[in-house]
C-alpha cells in the first residue's frame, strides 16, 4: 500500500513523497487489536517521515486521502465517496489531476465533490450549484439546483473561475469541458 499510494502521490504533484504506513505495537491486546496503525508521511525529498496529520498541509492531506481512497477503491465496500473540497491548496495540473483520478473512481462508486476549482468540475458527471442567499427572515437559505447542459455548465465554471461570466471565461470553461472529456 505504501508503495502504491507514493505513485499515485507523484502524479498528484507531489513527486518527492513518501508515504509509509507502519504497524506498531500496543502493550495489551484489546477491542482495536494488538496493534494500532501509523500513517508517515514526508512531503519533500530529504526530510524525514512523520505523523501525517501533523506534518501535512492541507493540500497535502487532501491529496493523500485521495490516493489512498484511489489504491483501497476496489477493496472498499463502501458505494459511494464523499471529498468536501478536496482542491484544498492546490491549481493548476494538480487539480487535473485530482479531477482525472476522481472521475476514475466514479467508474466504479458513486462520487460526491465539494470544490471550488472549476479544473475539477469539469470532470464531473452532474454538476451541482450550490447557493446561499438571505431568505425573508434574515436567515440564508441554501438552494441547490442541477446544472443542465453544457452552456449552463460552462457559464458556472466561467463563475468559478474568474467571478463573473466573461467571453474569455467561458471560453476556457468550454476548453476544460472538452478536456475532461477526453478532447
Do not use: C, W, Y
Not at 496529520?53 to 472498499?76: F, H, N, P, Q, Y
Request: hydrophobic residues 45%.
Amino acid at each position: 500500500m505504501s508503495a502504491e499510494v507514493t505513485s499515485e502521490l507523484t502524479g498528484l504533484h507531489l513527486a518527492g513523497s513518501r508515504f509509509e504506513v507502519e504497524l506498531e505495537s500496543r502493550h495489551e491486546l484489546g477491542a482495536g487489536g494488538a496493534e494500532q496503525v501509523m500513517m508517515r508521511f514526508s512531503a519533500n525529498p530529504g526530510e524525514p517521515l512523520g505523523a501525517l496529520a501533523r506534518v501535512a498541509s492541507g493540500g497535502e492531506l487532501a491529496r493523500v486521502m485521495l490516493a489512498i481512497k484511489t489504491v483501497g477503491a476496489e477493496a472498499d465496500r463502501l458505494p459511494t465517496l464523499i471529498f468536501d473540497e478536496v482542491d484544498a491548496g492546490i491549481g493548476g495540473e494538480a487539480a487535473i489531476q485530482v479531477g482525472v483520478r476522481l472521475r476514475a473512481l466514479g467508474a466504479g462508486k458513486q462520487v460526491l465533490v465539494v470544490t471550488h476549482l472549476a479544473q475539477i468540475a469539469a470532470f464531473a458527471d452532474h454538476h451541482l450549484q450550490v447557493v446561499k442567499a438571505p431568505g425573508s427572515e434574515g436567515r440564508n437559505l441554501v438552494k441547490v439546483r442541477e446544472l443542465a447542459g453544457g452552456d449552463e455548465r460552462a457559464a458556472e465554471l466561467a463563475r468559478m473561475m474568474s467571478g463573473s461570466v466573461t467571453e474569455k471565461a467561458l471560453a476556457r470553461a468550454h476548453e476544460l469541458l472538452e478536456e475532461a472529456r477526453g478532447g
